[in-house]
């Protein structure tokens, strides 16, 4: 028998799938073209062991701090730790080892600091940039117009493998509102690409809007409570 909360999750995660399927098909894309990031934050590990046991090996966190408890307590797993949260210039020690991927990169310090850390633990990782495509003060993010200049200081320091943007839409009830974001990020997206940047990832939508990312592209999705249920309000 299976437990309760490997039920649910199981449960969830089938109808997520599901929708995220579907969106795709209403976008005239496959399915097999949208990943769903598993976003993990504030759930325990006895959480993460029921969605490791339907084959998910990959959590996106936001605390770098989360992920130290989490990996001691999930000593005996297989897991990429995916680090989508803001990240201070101080963490980066930590990132370096335990990260296997940054979605959050937003700013020329982080990417210095980050860089000298990895070829200390003789690392690379896979990174996103974060472009702010709101204009909310509480989110983080490169300001879109920097994204170029951003883009070419990064090809020296090739311990980060810059693979695509990620960003965060406006809260709003207005879907037009959200999907302005979204689409903004896929045309910066297509920007760099005209200027030699291949950028084949965009990391957009969470469980509230994720059809509206899909519907402009994106290739992965951060799905938490509609995988692992209700969360705390903060984060
Ligand atoms: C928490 C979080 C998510 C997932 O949010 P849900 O609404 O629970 O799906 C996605 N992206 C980021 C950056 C987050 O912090």
């Known amino acids: 028998m299976m437990s309760t909360l490997n039920h649910d999750v199981a449960t969830r995660w089938a109808g997520v799938r599901q929708r995220v399927d579907e969106a795709c098909r209403e976008a ?109 003060p509480s989110k983080h993010g490169l300001p879109p117009e920097q994204l170029l200049s951003f883009l070419d200081a990064l090809r020296g320091r090739d311990t980060l493998r810059v693979r695509g943007l990620m960003t965060l839409a406006t809260q709003s009830d207005d879907p037009a509102q959200v999907r302005g974001c979204f689409r903004r990020l896929r045309e910066l997206r297509d920007q760099a690409g005209a200027e030699g940047h291949d950028l084949p990832r965009l990391s957009m939508g969470m469980s509230g809007d994720f059809p509206l990312a899909i519907a402009e592209g994106a290739t992965e999705v951060r799905i938490g409570s509609a995988i692992f249920g209700a969360r705390p309000a903060v984060r």
């Open 28 to 136: 005239g894309r496959a399915p097999a073209s949208v990943d769903i990031l598993p976003v993990s934050k504030t759930f325990g590990p006895e959480m993460i062991r029921a969605a490791l046991a339907l084959g998910l090996r990959r959590f996106g966190e936001n605390k770098v701090q989360e992920i130290g408890e989490k990996s001691l307590a999930l000593a005996d797993c297989d897991i990429d730790w995916v680090m989508i949260g803001h990240l201070q210039t101080n963490k980066a020690r930590e990132v370096a080892r335990q990260v296997a991927e940054l979605q959050s990169l937003d700013r020329l310090e982080l990417a210095d600091v980050l860089h000298r850390r990895l070829q200390h633990e003789g690392r690379a990782i896979d990174v996103l940039v974060q472009v702010k495509t709101s204009s909310e």
